[in-house]
């Protein structure tokens, strides 16, 4: 508890100067309801028994005066609490978003998108509804508490004593059975993650789906994670009801103390009709903040492990930041040296991996699927430092380096070609300052104007996710993007996988062109790109078997031949 209230204050205290003209509403607020039970035992044992007319008109300009500024100063009051609320989910939201785009790979590879997609826009907004509930609940219901307990106790000790003594039996009960919602609420946001991800995941590969005929069994698989999800809730709401219930019978008990005693007192000339009204109305106003007040209890079991997932996030490492006066500005070589890695599941991606690469030249990467080849690109882009033995770039290690300095000197084109829901323009730039000119230069070696321009809006048409490009066409356009950058590394999986002959000897010609002042490295079991490679290191089980030129190999009963002959087949 005291860990949550601290974290509270941390996100509250920023917003101090609306939070205290938001507690002056509040303060206002309660005073303007505290005023009508008192001009209520007024108005009966004062103004009704001398008839005066004066002093009617002084009780009911008052009440009337306090009804009318109860909307006013709860209309402001929550105006003020709620602009705080956004303020929170924004912060949050960004904090969330910015910790997991700066986060290394390994979070990724233990994370799926749609369980970070749940936690940064539901949790973001739990918080702040909490903190704003926190404010516009907590504080105002404590000083209406106070306030109402006081006038109380002016109009009768006694009954205000019983009164307390059966809500103190109620808060026992309430705290004990408050305690089982901390578990409940994590499994309902879990199951709320694996809602998110089912509809991601399915979405995302509704061509596959609809190809296989699996429609039937995805929506099996989803009924039951939302059938999960139903009877985490229904036992939450139960647990809900069942404090309602106990709530009811408490103030059942206690209206009926407040009317009973106070009946029985009237009887005794101790206490007056009116002081019995007010009572009554003191108590039908006590009811509601009380119950507000035991909910937020219920709502601070809730949060515990949404403030925890939050903070899983705001606290995630971040990769290695850029060093000053440590940028590449030139190539030597590239060596890995005894280099063997595991990912997080602790699969051996790459096992004692040596090799050495020059500052120019084409060189290819080979293997059957699952070898490591991309683990070593991976490695290379300083996606990964979690690595044992030597990456050296130019005779300094990788690792003192940062990590965006390494990427920008690389050019990648991943074999899942990824283009974001931006202009083609944008797409290409990527938020570099390029020139048109260069990028039409570009576009045209790619033979992709004549594309680019039959679409309406040209260079400005959105790239849609399943429309308006081909696969090739994609393909060609990520080529595109790494090729404007102008680095000192080219990195290509499986550059041609999409193209057909003639843009794949297009392509071929621009990697040999390329080749003659950069380095050029290629993922691929393409003969005719294999063919141009100075040397192939060939990858099985993440350790390299064979190294040479493609002729050199070849000449050989190698395990690239056998290989190859595999391939072929296929």
């Known amino acids: 508890m005291k860990k949550i209230l601290n974290n509270v204050w941390e996100v509250a205290k920023k917003y101090k100067g609306k939070e205290l003209i938001g507690l002056i509403f509040t303060i206002l607020y309660t005073v303007a309801i505290f005023i009508s039970p008192m001009v209520s035992r007024y108005l009966i044992d004062s103004v009704i028994p001398s008839n005066s007319i004066y002093k009617l008109k002084i009780g009911i300009l008052i009440f009337f005066g306090g009804c009318i500024c109860q909307p006013i100063f709860g209309y ?64 105002k219901n404590i000083v209406l508490i106070i306030m109402i307990i006081i006038g109380m106790l002016m109009l009768s000790k006694e009954i205000t004593l019983m009164v307390i003594f059966l809500y103190v039996i109620y808060f026992f009960i309430n705290w004990k059975i408050s305690r089982k919602f901390n578990p409940m609420s994590k499994s309902i946001q879990e199951s709320y993650d694996q809602i998110c991800i089912k509809i991601n995941r399915s979405v995302g590969s509704i061509n596959t789906i609809k190809a296989f005929n699996q429609e039937e069994k995805v929506k099996r698989e989803f009924k039951e994670i939302i059938e999960k999800n139903y009877t985490n809730n229904l036992k939450f709401r139960k647990l809900s009801m069942l404090m309602n219930s106990i709530s009811n019978g408490i103030m059942i008990a206690s209206l009926s103390i407040v009317y009973g005693m106070g009946s029985l007192l009237v009887m005794d000339g101790k206490i007056t009709i009116g002081t019995v009204v007010a009572m009554g109305l003191y108590f039908q106003l006590l009811v509601q903040p009380i119950y507000e007040l035991l909910n937020s209890n219920i709502d601070i079991h809730t949060i515990v492990p949404i403030f925890n997932r939050i903070n899983e996030y705001i606290n995630l490492k971040t990769e290695r930041a850029n060093k000053e006066n440590n940028e590449l500005s030139f190539l030597k070589e590239i060596e890995f040296k005894n280099v063997s890695f595991k990912y997080n599941n602790g699969s051996q991606a790459i096992n004692n991996i040596n090799f050495k690469l020059p500052s120019k030249g084409i060189f290819a990467i080979v293997g059957d699927s699952g070898a490591g080849k991309s683990s070593l690109i991976k490695l290379l882009s300083a996606f990964y430092d979690s690595y044992q033995g030597e990456i050296k770039i130019n005779e300094k290690e990788l690792k003192e380096y940062g990590a965006k300095d390494i990427r920008k000197v690389i050019s990648l084109v991943s074999q899942d070609i990824e283009l974001v829901n931006e202009s083609i323009k944008n797409n290409i730039k990527m938020g570099r300052d390029i020139k048109d000119s260069k990028i039409k230069e570009v576009v045209k070696s790619l033979s992709l104007e004549k594309t680019i321009e039959k679409l309406e809006l040209g260079y400005d048409t959105i790239v849609n996710e399943r429309a308006n490009l081909s696969g090739g066409e994609k393909q060609r356009l990520s080529i595109a993007r790494a090729l404007v950058k102008e680095s000192l590394i080219y990195i290509f999986d499986e550059p041609t996988a999409a193209l057909d002959t003639i843009n794949e000897k297009r392509v071929k010609d621009i990697l040999e062109e390329l080749s003659k002042e950069r380095l050029v490295i290629i993922i691929t079991h393409n003969l005719s790109l294999l063919n141009k490679a100075q040397c192939i290191y060939t990858i099985k089980q993440g350790e390299i078997v064979e190294e040479g030129d493609y002729e050199y190999l070849t000449k050989k009963d190698s395990y690239f031949s056998k290989l190859m002959k595999e391939l072929s087949k296929k």
């Open 76 to 139: 402001l009051k929550n105006r003020v609490f709620m602009g705080i609320s956004e303020n929170i989910t924004i912060m949050f939201r960004e904090k969330m978003f910015n910790k997991v785009i700066d986060a290394p790979m390994e979070f990724f590879d233990g994370c799926s998108n749609g369980a970070i997609v749940s936690r940064i826009s539901n949790d973001g907004r739990s918080v702040s509804e909490f903190i704003t509930n926190f404010f516009v609940v907590v504080v």
